[in-house]
């Protein structure tokens, strides 16, 4: 067992724990207050955010499962707050699968419930050496903006360039050793610009990795709280809990497989990502220092100067009046995207009614053959009548299939009236692909050739607006793209962590100049009074919304082709 460790100075180290669960929070709150830690803890994301508004943990723990807000949109909130948003976070869950959701909200760690309370603790005791003291400022001098700088020590030169490959697409500055005197030695050259995050296999052959990894922490010993770079050890798959225990006392902030290089990516990225903030939030506290004494400047010449105290006043109307102007605007802005969608409503139910008075009309005009085919009957000869009920029959049965047109549109209606629907539900991608194509048959006409390869998953976890508007207005604009006829092609695939909506055609295309323009608002290449601009900006935004993608490209044929990519999501998300 892991035994207490003792706190700063100032007392025991402070965690917010949010946990709805009355047992669960118990438990937790009992093993972190054995182990010499202040535990507050919050029910709910909601009276977390109250609570740090009052004050501010050193370390919180929360659930990803909670009522109302859940974990990962407590993370995003708080790193959204100048005062919250370089607070480490450990988050928990009690399923599977939700550590790449709960590193990408911009949580710096995570855990099952179920792991060891042994590795829980040496995790939290990880996060909180990381922990800058909040009076530890830089000046206002520092650069505003830096790259994160990554050492990798590995002896396999393979593994070694495949993982500064991974780190340096997100940016960073990467260096490489392939053992203890390369490693330390680069240690040594980088004290002007240290690095920010170390990782070292330690399960090389060619060294010994725990005794490396203790030589490299006692480099960083000497340093001040929290400056000191993040330790990364690299074992093999599922190691076993006494060899954690002996890699955390050997001074590594954190354990990762190798075999998941992605974990380690998404580890490192929040880590530098946390650093850099917390360097951010110095410079920004030096630059407000600043600003107030100017004001306080600016206060006291203004007190002395009658003039300039008009200057002010008339400095804040015009402030004012600039306030009002751009709500204004943003009203103005929301009522011409109802527009754009009432529009778009109403363009779609002319086409259904066109669509129901054709074959409304013929059974109408059949309706009255009918009528007078059985009024002659009493009078009509057996010859007569056998050929006037044979016609009849035959004009019932062409009533029937107007009768079932009119059903099917009806039919789909109600299938596509579920566009505004929030809730997210396995929805159906070809049933709802065919819904929309019946929808604005009218629109495409004989003209234009649908061709459908549904290659993916035949349901997704979304929100049915996701393939009702995105899909009619793409597809919208790929048929007022050809008025002269062509074809347009929707394909479907499926990745391990994506589904993928591809929808091509063959008409002129969109120069790459306009490619970066076309998802704004209110830009349309159309005439003017042909269109609002509006299409597939609301496309983007519903995508957006699923935390997906939606980009445009050449398609085979020369035309466009609009990609949405959808991320994979658990049902329960």
């Known amino acids: 067992m892991i035994g207490p460790e003792t706190g700063p100075p100032e007392g025991p180290a402070r965690i917010l724990l949010v946990e709805d669960s009355e047992t669960q929070a118990l438990e937790f709150r009992l093993l972190l207050e054995t182990h010499g830690f202040a535990v507050e803890r919050c029910a709910s994301a909601e009276t977390a955010l109250d609570h740090l508004n009052r004050q501010q943990p050193d370390l919180v723990v929360a ?33 599977n699968g939700g550590e790449r959701q709960g590193l990408e909200s911009g949580a710096d760690a995570y855990l099952p419930k179920s792991a060891d ?79 920010d995050c170390v990782t070292v296999d330690l399960l090389g052959h060619a060294y ?88 306080e400047r600016a206060r006291a010449e203004a007190e002395a100067s009658e003039a300039r105290a008009r200057l002010a006043d008339a400095l804040e109307r015009a402030n004012r009046d600039l306030a009002n102007a751009n709500r204004q605007l ?21 086409g259904i009614a066109h669509e129901i008075n054709n074959p409304l009309a ?92 549904f290659g993916g998953r035949a349901e997704i976890h979304c929100t049915p607006a996701l393939l009702n508007q995105v899909v009619m207005n793409i597809l919208g604009n790929a048929a007022d793209a050809m008025p002269e006829g062509g074809t347009v092609r929707i394909d479907t695939r499926s990745a391990p962590e994506l589904d993928e909506i591809r929808i091509s055609d063959t008409g002129p295309g969109i120069p790459e100049s306009l ?7 209110f830009f349309t290449t159309k005439p003017v009074g042909s269109g609002t601009g509006l299409g597939l900006a609301i496309a983007y935004s519903v995508v957006q919304a699923h935390s997906g993608s939606l980009t445009v490209e050449t398609a085979p044929g020369g035309g466009a082709c609009f990609v949405i990519g959808i991320p994979r999501q658990a049902a329960g998300a």
Do not use: W
Request: with cysteine; net charge neutral; aromatic share 4%.
């Open 117 to 195: 309370r042994d590795l829980m603790i040496l995790r939290i005791r990880a996060l909180l050496r990381e922990r800058r003291p909040a009076g530890d400022s830089e000046g206002p001098g520092a650069a505003a903006f830096r790259r994160g700088r990554i050492l990798v020590i590995d002896g396999s030169a393979t593994y070694r360039t495949f993982l500064a490959g991974l780190m340096a697409q997100d940016g960073h500055h990467v260096a490489s050793a392939n053992g203890p005197e390369a490693a330390l030695a680069a240690l040594d050259a980088a004290e002007g610009e240290p690095f």
């Open 63 to 95: 659930d990803y499962h909670l009522p109302g807000m859940n974990g990962d949109e407590l993370i995003r909130q708080m790193r959204l707050s100048l005062r919250t948003r370089a607070l480490p976070v450990l988050m928990l869950t009690g399923g």
């Open 515 to 521: 490619r970066e323009k076309i998802f704004e608002p």
């Open 330 to 350: 943003t009203d103005a802005q929301a009522k011409l995207v109802q527009a754009a969608k009432m529009a778009s409503l109403g363009e779609l139910v002319a």
């Open 362 to 453: 013929f059974i109408l005009a059949h309706q009255g053959t009918v009528e007078r085919l059985l009024g002659e009957l009493p009078e009509a000869s057996p010859e007569a009548a056998a050929r006037a009920v044979e016609k009849a029959r035959q004009r019932v049965g062409s009533m029937r299939m107007g009768l079932t047109r009119i059903q099917d549109l009806v039919l789909n209606l109600r299938k596509f009236s579920r566009l505004d629907e929030g809730e997210r539900a396995l929805v159906n991608v070809p049933e709802a692909i065919e819904t929309v194509l019946a929808l604005i048959q009218h629109k495409l006409g004989d003209r234009i050739t649908v061709e459908r390869t």
């Open 208 to 295: 010994d990795g725990l005794a490396l990894c203790r030589a490299i922490s006692q480099r960083r010993a000497g340093r001040a709280a929290g400056a000191g770079f993040h330790l990364v050890g690299i074992a093999g798959s599922d190691p076993a809990k006494d060899f954690l225990v002996d890699a955390f006392a050997a001074g590594a902030d954190d354990v990762i497989a190798k075999t998941d290089a992605e974990v380690l990516a998404l580890r490192v990225r929040g880590f530098v990502r946390r650093r850099l903030l917390e360097e951010d939030d110095r410079r920004i506290a030096g630059q407000f220092g600043e600003r107030e004494r100017a004001v």
